[in-house]
């Protein structure tokens, strides 16, 4: 399944009681499996999981560790980026180098690299001599 779709049809899915703003995300791993998630709120706010830690929880599960494409979507007037902490959370599993694809509903489009979308990202190198 294509991501623009696996992320659209999970996004219908999402749980957003409170701020009825649906996101839906899918990633393709090294595999080349499609994994998706969507975003589940909770009335304790913070509790709440993003459409982007869920896949990522999703193809964890699965037993697989490394991100080749991503897909986000939600009805938006402009492309929604993933979150700071999910863009920690992606940078987890995918190289600097993976492309990020951010779309509307209405079909806007919007690439760019997990590098370019997390600079600088706190890595292993940092953790060095531990």
């Given at each position: 399944?294509?991501?623009?779709?696996?992320?659209?049809?999970?996004?219908?899915?999402?749980?957003?009681?409170?701020?009825?703003?649906?996101?839906?995300?899918?990633?393709?791993?090294?595999?080349?499996?499609?994994?998706?998630?969507?975003?589940?709120?909770?009335?304790?706010?913070?509790?709440?999981?993003?459409?982007?830690?869920?896949a990522i929880a999703a193809m964890v599960a699965a037993g697989e560790t490394e991100i080749d494409e991503v897909y986000v979507i939600a009805d938006s007037p402009m492309p929604v980026s993933p979150c700071g902490g999910c863009r920690q959370k992606l940078a987890e599993f995918g190289a600097g180098h993976v492309p990020v694809i951010m779309g509307t509903l209405e079909g806007q489009?919007?690439?760019?690299?997990?590098?370019?979308?997390?600079?600088?990202?706190?890595?292993?190198?940092?953790?060095?001599?531990?």
């Open positions: 399944m294509p991501l623009k779709e696996a992320a659209a049809k999970v996004r219908q899915n999402a749980h957003a009681p409170y701020s009825n703003f649906k996101v839906g995300a899918a990633i393709r791993s090294r595999s080349g499996a499609v994994y998706s998630g969507c975003n589940v709120e909770n009335v304790s706010y913070p509790e709440g999981t993003c459409a982007e830690a869920g489009e919007q690439v760019m690299t997990l590098g370019e979308l997390l600079p600088g990202a706190f890595n292993t190198d940092h953790m060095q001599g531990r």
